[in-house]
Structure formats: C-alpha cells, structure tokens
C-alpha cells in the first residue's frame, strides 16, 4: 500500500466525512466534562453538536456528485502501517442517504426524547452512537469497520441497560451477546480476506476497495468468508431465526434508543450485506441466493403474523420491523437494479417511517404509562392530531401509495419479480399483512369511546409537532417525489451489479418498468 | 593430579544492570528494614518503584543497543540478551512499579508491615526476568523457582486472613508438584539431547535423526516441561490452583501473579518453543492446540458462574491464557512469525489490563479485604464515577472491544491463527470470548445499572489514594493509547522475533 495519504474531497475544502465521525466523537466527550451545574448547556452542547453534524451530511447531500458509482469524497491515510491499516472513508450513493438519515435522527431524538435521569450521561451515550454508526456506513476499510461496528454496541447497551423499561438489563445484555456472536465470525472472516488478498495484491490488504478491485478468491473460500461476514449481519439485520433479540431489545429501549436502533442500527446489517456481502463476494452471494431469500420471506412473513398479536404496542412495532427488513434483503439478493435500489430506499424509508412510530409510541407511554393496546382506547377523539400525525406514518409503513413506504416495496416487489417470482408471490402477502395489523392496532387504540383513563390523553404539543414535522414532511416528499433519492442511489447499485455479472457470468433482466416513473401513484 | 584450575565464564555486566538494580535493591530494602524501625511505609514503595523505573529506563537503552549491536548470549550461553528478552524485561518492570504503588495503600489499609512485601515482589521479579532471559534450562529452572517462592509467600502474607494462608499454602503444594514435572521434564530432555542449553537443544534436534520409536524418552520430557510450564501460565487442565489463590490472595498480589507470573511463564514457554523444540512442533503443537481450545472454553464458561469479582477475574484470566496459547500454537507452523509478537504483545497489554483491574478491585474490596463480590460494586458508578469508567475501560477491553488494547491484543493472536489456516481455534477462540463479554458485563451492569445498596448493607465509601489512582488512570491511559495507536507496540513485538540463538 502507498504511504501517501490522499484526500480527494471535491468541491468541498475539507475531508468532511472525517469530520461527520470526529465531531459527535468529540460533543460526547464535550458533554461528559460540561459541568454538572448547568443540565441546559450540557444539552445545548449536544443539541449544537448533532445539529451541526446534520447539517454537514446535508452539505455533503448538496455536493455528492449524482450519476456517479465511485466512492467520494475519499480520504485516506495509514493508520498501523505493520498491518496495512488505513483510515479510508468515503462514501457513494448506497451509504449517502444512511449518512443523511443519521444526521437527520439524532438531533430529532436529542430533542424529543427525554431520558428522565441522568442525561448528561444519556446525551454522551448518543453522541457516541453517532460516531458509531456514520463511521460504520463510511468506512472503506473491512477493520475500520468492523471497529465501527463493534463500538456501535457499547453505547447502545448502556442506553438500553440504563435508561430502559423493566426489563432491560436483559434485554440490553441479549442485544449485546447476540450481535457479538455474530461479529466474533466476522472478524475471522475480516482477518483471513485480508490474509488472503496477500496473494493477489503481493501485501497483506484491509483495504475494501483494493480487495473488491484486485483479489480473486476461489469459488469454495469466498462462500467460506462470505458466510463468516453475513452471519454477523444476519444478526443485525436481523434475519429470521436470528431476530429473537430484536423484539426484546425494542420494547425495553428507551425511545431515543428504539428510535436509532430501527432507525439506522438495523440497517448496518443491510448495509453491510450489500456492501461486504454481495459487492465483496458476488460468486458467493448469488450462490447463496436462495437461503437468504427465503429466510427474508419467512421474515415477512413471521414478523406480520407476530405482530399481529402482540399486545404491546412497542412490540408490535418491533416486529414489523422484522417484516420491513425483511423485504431489504429480499431486494437485495434478488440481484436487479430495481430490486436493489428498492432495497436501499426501503432502509431509508423504514428508518424514517419506523423511526417516527416509535416516536408516537412512546409519546403514548408518556402519557398513559402504558403500552398495552387494551388499554388503550379512543384517543382520536381527544387527540385528533395526534392521532392524524399517527395515521400518516402509520400508513407510510404500511406503504400506501403516495407515502414513501410504497416506494421502497413497490420496488424490491417489482424487480424481484422477474429473478424470485415465487418469492415475491409470498411476500407480496406480508404487504396486506402490514395493512391488517397495523390498522386493526389503529383501530383498537383510536377509535370507540375513550374510557376514563383515556379521556385526559394530552393533545400533541407544540414541541412534539415539531419533531414530527420533518419526519411527516419526508414522508410525503419522498413517496411523491423519489427521483431525486433514486437518481443518487441507483448508479451505485448497478455499478455493484455489473460486478456481479462479471464475476459470475450472471445476467440481470432488463428493467420491466423505468424506475422513476412507475411508483408515482 | 594437578590442582584443577575452575575457568570463570566471562560476564557482559552492562547487559545484566537491569537484574543488578533489582537485586542491589532488594538487599539493601532487607537491610534498612532489619535495622531500623518504624518507617513510614509508602516509602518502601518510593523505593521500589525508583529501583523498577531505574531498571526500566536501563532496559530502554539495551533494547537500543541491541537495535545497534545485535542480539546475544551471555555468560556461557546461558542468559539471551535479545529483543525478546528486553520487551519481557520492560513489561516486568513496570509491572512491578505499578504494583509497588497499588499495594502502598493496601497495606496501610491492613495494617500489614510493609518492607518485606516489597522485598519479595523485587525478589519474585528478578526470578521472572531470569526466566525470560534465559537460554538454559538450569538457569530457566532457577529463575522459576526464585519467582515461584517469593509468589508462594507473598500469597499467604495477608497474615490475618485464614483465605491469604490457605492460598499461599495450596499454591506451594501444587506448584511444588508442578516444578518437579518441569524439572523431570529437563533431566528427560537432558538424558535424550545430552544438553541443558536451550539454543544446543534447538541445535541436537533439528540436526539428529531420532528412529521412530526410539525419541520416547524425548518426547516424554516435552510433555513434562509443558505440563510443567502450564501449571505456571495456568491453562486447563492446569488451571485448578488459579481461582483459589487469586480469590486467597492479597489483591495486589493476585495482580503481581496475573501480570509478572504470567509473563515470565509465558515468555519461558515461547523461548523454549521457538529456540529449542521448532523441529519437534509436529509433536506438541497438537497439544498445545487442546490446551488452548480447553483454556478459553472452560475459562470463559467456568467465569460467567462465579459470583466473586476475584474469582471471575482467576477464570477470565485463564481464557486469556488460552487466547495467548493461540500464538504458541501458530509457532508451531513452519516458517511462522506473527505467533510470537502476538503473544509478547498480548502478554504486554494483558499484564497492564489485569494491574488495572485487580487495583480497582482492590479499592472495592474495603477493608479486610473481604468484599470481593459482585454486590460490592452495586452503584460505583455513581459512587465513583471516575473509577467506575476506568473499570468499564478495562472490562471492555478484556471483553475485546475495539479501540482499546484487548482488541488489538485478539486481533493479533487471532491473525497469527488465521495466517497458519487454524480457522477452527480462532473461531471457538472468538466465540469463546463472547461468552466471557457476559462475565465483563455483569461487572458493569453491577457498577452502573444496579442502584447503591441501603440500610444495613451499606458499605463503607470507597476512598480513592493518589498512588492507586495514578495506576488506575495510567493503566486506563495505556489501555485506550494502545487501542487507538498501536503502531509502535506491534513494531516493538515483532522486533523480539529475532530470538539470540
């Protein structure tokens, strides 16, 4: 590996993805030290920290050059040169909007969530979060990622263990062991790629790129190493029967904690099965096609049927999730571009969507102290916008048309079609699924007569409705308006394509509708 | 019969300053304490941190000289003056420092006297500096019994804890068990290879043909000198001694055995690995894969039950074990050389992780040293927040999380497995760990989950001395510098693959 370090920022007169991980890396220790005194700064300081960095993932929005597949705003440089480990980030039209999305989160989570105790701690924990997860979806180095991906669990468990419902030490600590399980794999699986690029590359490599570009495995030790690195994200995904985890930790997460978690933490394993997975070894992955698409169906399928009887509200939520990722890794292994960027805009669109439900659903346990829907009753009619606020996301996730959840499932549906017909023939039914539990959970908690305890259910205010607003606002714009989302994602996706096809001889079919037109119902 | 003339072996007394200091020290710390009295006790520890930093800052001029010079044997070819043997002696130096200045406090707590305390822990760093340096197998043996005495006594010294005696006093017979195999072991490899000399039976057996069938007797020493030497780095099924004595022993102590008693052991182990049997790795290497597998399995499970914080550590320390047993087993795979810079390094940032801990520990424990359950760290966190964080750091890093040392330190040994193709070991190795992540996390649940204890249970507060908190926060320090840069340690490991031959 050369030992220039290069920078290739752009337009841009700084490495701004170095700076989108530093700088929540360096709020967190700002709010640790802040003084004990004054609870308003430390939160300010937060509050500025992640709005800050927000707003440089919308600049890099702004400057990200649309129609091109390489990775940009680069910079590199060595960090243990003995191991040939180097500081690589950069970012294309996959990792882009998970940037965007993360920067959006927080901040929104910083300031309609409440720890209730001890949030100078609970702040730091967030900060740190953050660095965590834009490091991991920025990382262009299988060890610095997988560093960013291990210390992304740190936080969270402390969060979840710390600021959680009843049950949250377990939860937290089931969270924490079953993803390291899976890490565990992938780590041996990071060590021996880069062992094994040695020959092909003449040094030992991490690097993602020189490895994607240069290293040719063998057809049985690229299943091998692909089967180590998926195991980890099946796990975060996660994957049926690797999810159990999930629910768990959901429910018992504070809801900043749930909404980061459904937000952006799932989508590290989605991300990562794209990226590490499919890009890294196409042979084995569309070898191993089937096992992932059917498990991602079964997930559907599963995730629906289960949170149609769940009576816990939170739980229902985190089993539709179950069913929304699901729906990821079907487009995802359904190796069409469609398909694919389906994929990706549905990571997006269940970030925001999901996101805004945990959102309402906790703003309900503040409330009522309780996420039981039988104790719920009739809130619609003394929290009209309230309840409108949670229509619309509530419909988003069922992925009406108009809505951005319809954007990222007509896709994955439409363009699998062709390579997984009966797959998709199944999974179309986890759609009406949605639409059952979702509404019949509507149904129970809105609607009737609201009973005594129900009758003093506060309306929005004016603090929450502002936290909704971006959320509601995305909702619309992006199931009325993807293109602009589409156009930046998809050269990306086929660029990983096209690898696919030339390592494997594979041919994708034509593309049955023009992406940008057929889901503007 | 002319009067026999005796031929002394030419001394490089330069190279061995570092063991002079120590020794010098020692003495005149006997002397001064035989004949006066009453000395304020922090002094004693003054003094032994001096004689380890002065040792420290000698051995940092060797290793250069050695950069300069090469590597070589002195005296007889019985002491390797090598790389390997600088980075075992610098780790022991200042492991030996920061214990000096963790016990300082502990023993004025226990209202313990304090100069015979240090006078062993320099006498029992001086044996493992011995060992490390040793290219013999009399001098090895010397130098493992200095250490093994002076470990034995210093167990038992909390004198008015039946626990303190009774660990001092298990240690000695199963290590006294221990030192006869490893001796037995020698006289076998003697008997076979007609030398001592570590290097000369490197040499005996890669050069002689032995006849299938007829190396029984070879093959029989190896397997006593291992059994020997993993009695003293603790790996299952050896490990029986550990969660006794270190649960038994002072506090301070148990961190001297975890951190120098392992790094002598495990640097012994390597030296007579790599110089003397590398031909024989067809042989042992098998072995040593069990013992690694049994180490990290076991330890890991066996750590998650306990319910004493010492106790958990004993266990966790010997799953480290089996993680460094990782590299020996990579040495064993021709034409290898990432299995020993992974173990010295592993051994390096272990020995400062476990100081850290067991000090910490030590501060929870309270006086009598009696509270080392789990309940005792219930609210550190608010408590202490301080420690409490530098606990976490050293938890995860034990745990393996990334940047910290612990993970550079997996990684490393992880490495050195997957480059000899031994994916299995690494794998349960890895997944071993996740087991022991649950152990680390029960610690920390404790201190920051888990609400202060009231009423009746109060303990006392926990005071936080200067000298313990500087190890502490030093330990902390090392532990998050090493995980963010590790470049210079992993350049520093695998300069010692040069072993003097």
Redesign the interface.
Known sequence: MSLLASEMHGSLPFPILTALILIPAAGSILTLISSNLRPEITKLIALLTSVFTGALGLWMLASFKTGEASYQFTSQHQWISSWHIGWHVGVDGISLFLVVLTGFLFPLVIVGCDPHHDEKRYLAWILLLEAGVMGSFLSLDLFLFFLFFEIVLVPMYFLIGGWGYDQRIYAATKFFLYTMVGSAFMLVGIVTTALLAKKDLGHISFDLVEIAESANFAASTGRWLFFAFAIAFAVKVPLFPLHTWLPDAHTQAPTGGSVILAGVLLKLGTYGLLRFGVYLFPEAALWSRQIFLTLAVIGIIWGAVAATMQKDLKRLVAYSSVAHLGFIVLGTFAFTAEAMGGGVMQMINHGVSTGALFLLVGMIYERRHTRLISELKGLQKVAPIFAAAFMVVMLSSIGVPGLNGFVGEFLVLIGSFATARWWVVVAATGVILAALYLLWAYQRVFHGEPDEANSTFRELRLREGLVLLPFIGLIIFCGVYPKPMLDRIEPSVKAILVRVEEKTGYVAPEPVVLTTEGEEG | MGAQTMTYPSIDWLAITPIIILLGGMMINLVIAALTRAWPRAWYAIGTVELAVAALIVEMFLWHDINKDGARIIINNAISIDHFTMFCWIGIAGALALVSLSTAEYLRRESLEGPEVYALYICAALGAMIMTASNDMIVLFLGLETLSIALYVLASSHRRRAESQESGLKYFILGGFASAFFLYGIALIYGSTGTTNISGIGNVLSTEVFIKGDDAMLLAGIALLIVGLAFKVAVVPFHFWTPDVYQGAPTPVTSFMASVGKFAAFAALLRVVATALPSRAEDWRPVIWVLAILSVVVGSVLAVVQTDVKRMLAYSSISHAGFMMIGIESIGHSGDVDGLPATLMYLMIYSVLVIGTFTVVSLVTRTGDNGSDIGSFRGLGKERPALALAMTVFL?AQAG???TSG?IAK?GV??AA??NHS?AI??IA??A??IA??LY?RIM?SM??SDEESGDDKREAIKVPFTAGFVVAGSAFFTLLVGVW??WL??AS?AALQLAK
Do not use: H
């Open positions: 995860l999380m990334p940047l993970f990684f992880i490495k997957a480059t994916y690494a794998i890895m997944v760990s996740v992540a649950l996390l649940i920051w989950l590790p470049g992993i350049d695998q």
